[in-house]
């Protein structure tokens, strides 16, 4: 990894590894994060017999395993497969690639700033590990908040407004959806306008960098209304206030309407 400096992986742990190659015991490999090698035995690929040893790992493989032993005299690291629980391969794979995209990012800001890799790591990266529990992490909330967050941690002010705008250009927050189903009716000549607008109306609700608001004709009466937000407590007052806003439109022309939510 570019901007880490680990020598040796600690028992326990989960790694990424490429299968180098595959023999009649088991699978030699290398350890992503670390750049050393460590064996994957035959006993350790499966809770079931193995049949073919190719049917769990090939080479150029990338897969996650758990670290069983290390030894630094000897440069030997021993790992499992059959012990990695799914969801610690998922969490596993997402923390690798988080990791990965923070190195590009720095690897940019470096080339803008005209720095090393090590010298932007330190200045920067050290400090976002520290702030934020890692690099990625904290450049996501630069990413919603700016660079006042990295000044108040002690970057400088040239590395913070580069970091602000690589991040906000590359990384995209994370959002979350609600919905549900509004029904809106207007027997009067104009309805079909009167509707519209009422839905207009509730959809401006949402015209922020924060959320979004979408709806969708299912079938009139009945129209879908989506909110994307950052948090469901954000997204859940969003809601609220669009599909109020949509019923008193309505109801205020003599239509009427109603809301269900969506699970």
Request: hydrophobic fraction near 40%; charge should be positive.
């Amino acid at each position: 990894m570019a901007f880490r400096k680990m020598e040796w992986p600690e028992v326990g742990d989960l790694v990424i590894a490429t299968v180098e190659r595959v023999t009649s015991y088991g699978a030699y490999v290398v350890l992503d994060e670390y750049d050393k090698r460590g064996l994957l035995h035959i006993s350790e690929l499966s809770t079931t017999w193995v049949r073919n040893i190719r049917d769990f790992a090939r080479e150029r493989q990338k897969v996650v395993l758990k670290v069983l032993r290390v030894n630094v005299e000897k440069g030997q690291v021993d790992l499992s497969l059959r012990r990695v629980t799914r969801r610690e391969k998922k969490e596993k794979i997402l923390f690798w690639k988080k990791e990965r995209k923070a190195d590009t990012l720095l690897e940019s800001a470096s080339e803008k700033l005209n720095m090393s890799a090590e010298e932007i790591y330190e200045k920067a990266g050290v400090l976002l590990e520290k702030e934020f529990g890692g690099i990625y992490e904290g450049l996501e909330k630069t990413a919603k908040d700016g660079a006042d967050i990295l000044l108040k941690i002690g970057v400088s002010k040239d590395i913070a407004t580069t970091l602000e705008e690589i991040a906000k250009e590359r990384i995209r927050i994370p959002m979350v959806e609600i919905k549900g189903i509004l029904e809106l009716e207007c027997a009067k000549p104009n309805g079909v306008t009167v509707i519209r607008d009422a839905l207009s109306s509730a959809q401006k609700v949402g015209g922020s960098e924060e959320a979004e608001v979408h709806i969708h004709v299912i079938s009139p009466p009945k129209y879908r209304i989506d909110v994307l937000a950052e948090d469901y407590k954000e997204a859940e007052k969003i809601l609220e206030k669009a599909t109020k806003i949509a019923l008193k439109e309505i109801a205020k022309t003599g239509g009427q309407g109603t809301f269900k939510r969506e699970k």
